[in-house]
């Protein structure tokens, strides 16, 4: 056994030396000292040797390690100082490869504008995971059991967990309205807080829709909050992200976890009202749905509807970027087309 230490040893060292750039050397120190390296497999076979044999193999077998080691780094070392050395003379005067400038995506632009709007009104930022349950996807939310929005038609089930039931049935985050509870559960009331993120569901796409985009979800939780005081917040979150008041409308909408519900559209800005493709020959809109938080979904927080009050606003993100920029269909956004998305830099 100590021969063959030996000769694993000599052949590792001629290896090392052998190396002529970096990635073969990464390569070598897997080889030599990785899980499956013939030095490994001796370390793991100890247990079968007798005392005696066991102790000079496994006292050899560290130091041939810890040389391997000390080689490697002294030859990463020395392949690093020559890589950096230029052979020749350099002509200074000529022109430098220009760097390729990255930008933010208007989407994810937006977003930030967003946070700072809502920070100058005192909100903080909360994100969670992608993937969430039926409980805090629906339950918590006031959604009846036969609600269509539950069926595979709509939201994204997690494949093995069908039968289940509440936190243990996983889904695709179909809104980001469930992180509201999850939120309040751990900070209580009162509380301002948005929280954006992707959101997915089983939807036909078209010039408004995806079936993977963004939202952009406002809460406030307080003891007197008034339903003409989120209108107020509206617009002037809208004034603040295109810089010009913004003509928007309210109305009635249903949804499980408000009570009253709205929907808020704002003027279509690629037409200014007279109505195209973006907005369906409207001229509105639909930006913004929400509503005073149901209570039922305040005692899923853990709250007193008798003594705390809500208001909701779910910003349409994806919307809102089509109209600042004057882009009729959302799809190119999400297209990754570089021809596109260059033009926001």
């Known amino acids: 056994m100590l021969e063959k230490l030996e000769q694993i040893k000599n052949a590792g060292l001629s290896k090392i030396e052998s190396a002529v750039d970096l990635n073969e050397l990464e390569v070598i120190r897997k080889e030599l000292t990785g899980k499956k390296s013939e030095l490994q497999e001796v370390l793991k076979s100890l247990g079968g040797l007798e005392p005696e044999m066991r102790k000079s193999v496994g006292q050899k077998s560290n130091e041939i390690k810890n040389l391997f080691a000390e080689k490697i780094d002294a030859k990463e070392e020395d392949l690093v100082a020559h890589a950096s050395v230029i052979d020749g003379e350099i002509d200074l005067t000529l022109p430098g490869i220009e760097v390729p400038k990255g930008a933010l995506h208007p989407i994810t632009q937006m977003c930030y504008d967003l946070n700072d709007a809502f920070r100058s009104l005192g909100f903080e930022v909360y994100s969670e995971d992608d993937i969430s349950s039926e409980k805090y996807a629906f339950d918590n939310l006031n959604f009846p059991a036969d609600h269509p929005a539950r ?44 929280y954006p993120g992707r959101v997915y569901r089983n939807e036909a796409t078209d010039a408004r829709h995806e079936r993977a985009f963004f939202q952009y979800e406002a809460l406030i939780v307080d003891k007197d909050i008034s339903f003409s005081s989120g209108r107020v917040m509206i617009e002037t979150i809208l004034e603040k992200v295109f810089g010009r008041k913004v003509n928007v409308r309210m109305r009635e909408g249903f949804f499980p976890f408000t009570e009253p519900g709205y929907e808020i559209d704002m003027e279509c800005l690629l037409c200014g009202g007279k109505g195209c493709k973006a907005c369906n020959q409207a001229g509105w809109i639909e930006v913004m749905p929400g509503g005073v938080i149901h ?28 109209m600042r920029y004057g882009v009729d269909d959302v799809r190119y956004f999400h297209s990754a087309d570089l021809r596109f998305l260059e033009q926001f830099k």
């Open 151 to 194: 069926q595979s038609m709509d939201t994204y089930w997690i494949d093995g967990t069908e039968d289940k039931e509440g936190t243990e049935r996983l889904c695709m985050r179909p809104h980001l309205t469930g992180g509201s509870v999850r939120h309040l559960l751990e900070v209580g009331a009162p509380a301002r807080f948005v």
């Open 295 to 322: 209570p039922n979904v305040l005692r899923s927080a853990g709250l007193d509807p008798d003594e705390w009050t809500g208001f909701y606003t779910n910003i349409g993100l994806d919307r809102l970027v089509m």
